[in-house]
């Protein structure tokens, strides 16, 4: 087999080298998976993909098209910093499963969206499997302001629609032995082959987390079908997202396609790859340090480079605290 040239990680431009990425680099090159002769499109990787010049897609092929009538809930609307611009958020993401860069936006447009399905299953009196027309009767979607901060200290503050994760619980009825949920996203290698993974890894896809079950009962707990008042385009997480402002941002799974209620904790991805880095819990906290750097403070997602964003002191729990921190007492 042809010996395929693999970027090393201090060839990735600046603008796209962050910890989470950087922590798979160095896994990969740790583990040696990188010395195989690999058929992975390593060249994408290597900056060919233009931020700026390009449209950003900003809206997903809505599944609800009725997005104005959903209104803002007065309660979670107040935050204490003005909303990040629309564009700038979707075009810096996390979405492992099409690569390790922040700009993966123009490859997640691969995500087929049609006829998606959630299967809800496990220790419930009754399993569902909901389409988003079935999400969209049953329950009510309404707006809501969240903060939002990433294990790698970049922030935002976004507009999010859907609803309480409180309401599917009642839908569902998990039995009283069932004590976590566990969320399981959408995965085939054929589509999500972000340049990182080879067919040789074992990164632990599909891309899983995990609540307790009061966490998820918790009325911040949301599940997010659009964003900035329309569908959730596809590098958000389409159709359907967790979105829990108090954790880090890897533990809101995007493009859900099973939630289990179990009596364990769950394996989940980031854990599973290194638990001292990105513990199940993942509640912000400015006073306790990631291993590899501080959060004390956070960056607001802003134009231009990331070194140049506004600078803030991170907020326990991510400044809901009020709300949360009864369930970790
Ligand atoms: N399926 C899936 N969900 C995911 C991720 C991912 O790689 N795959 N990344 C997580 C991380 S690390 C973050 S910070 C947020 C980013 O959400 P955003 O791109 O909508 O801002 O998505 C989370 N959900
Ligand atoms: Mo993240």
Redesign the pocket.
């Known amino acids: 087999m042809a010996r395929v040239h693999i970027p090393k990680p201090w060839n990735i431009p600046e603008r796209e080298v962050t910890p989470?990425a950087d922590f798979i680099n160095r896994r990969r090159f740790l583990t040696g998976i990188a010395g195989a002769g690999l058929s992975i499109a390593g060249a994408s990787l290597l900056g060919c993909e233009s931020n700026s010049e390009s449209k950003t897609p900003t809206k997903s092929d809505a599944n609800f098209t009725n997005f104005e009538s959903f209104e803002r809930n007065p309660n979670f609307a107040k935050v204490d910093r003005p909303l990040t611009d629309e564009a700038l958020?979707a075009k810096?993401?996390?979405?492992?499963?099409f690569g390790g860069t922040k700009s993966i936006w123009k490859k997640a447009q691969a995500l087929p969206t049609e006829n998606w399905k959630v299967e809800v299953s496990g220790m419930v009196q009754n399993p569902r499997t909901y389409d988003l027309d079935d999400i969209g009767k049953k329950f009510p979607l309404e707006e809501r302001v969240y903060r939002?901060r990433?294990?790698?200290a970049w922030a935002?503050v976004v507009p999010w629609t859907g609803f309480p994760m409180r309401l599917l619980i009642e839908d569902v009825q998990p039995a009283s032995a069932a004590k976590f949920v566990r969320f399981t996203?959408?995965y085939n290698r054929k589509i999500t082959k972000g340049p990182f993974w080879p067919p040789a890894s074992r990164l632990p896809w599909p891309?899983t987390e995990g609540l307790r079950i009061d966490e998820m009962a918790n009325e911040l707990a949301f599940f997010a079908v659009g964003i900035y008042g329309h569908a959730l385009p596809k590098?958000?997480?389409a159709p359907i997202?967790e979105v829990v402002p108090w954790k880090?941002?890897?533990k809101?799974?995007?493009?859900i396609v099973k939630i289990e209620f179990i009596d364990k904790q769950p394996a989940t991805f980031w854990n599973t790859l290194q638990p001292t880095e990105y513990d199940f819990e993942a509640n912000v906290n400015p006073n306790k340090p990631h291993p590899r750097w501080s959060q004390a403070t956070e960056r607001m997602i802003g134009p231009g480079r990331a070194s140049s964003w506004e600078r803030r002191p991170t907020l326990l729990y991510n400044g809901y605290a009020e709300y949360v921190k009864h369930l970790y007492a």
Do not use: D, I, L, P
Request: proline share 0%; with cysteine.
């Open positions: 989470e958020a810096y993401n996390n979405f492992y499963e939002f990433c294990v790698e935002m996203t959408y891309y590098q958000h997480g997202r880090y941002g890897f809101g799974a995007k493009s």
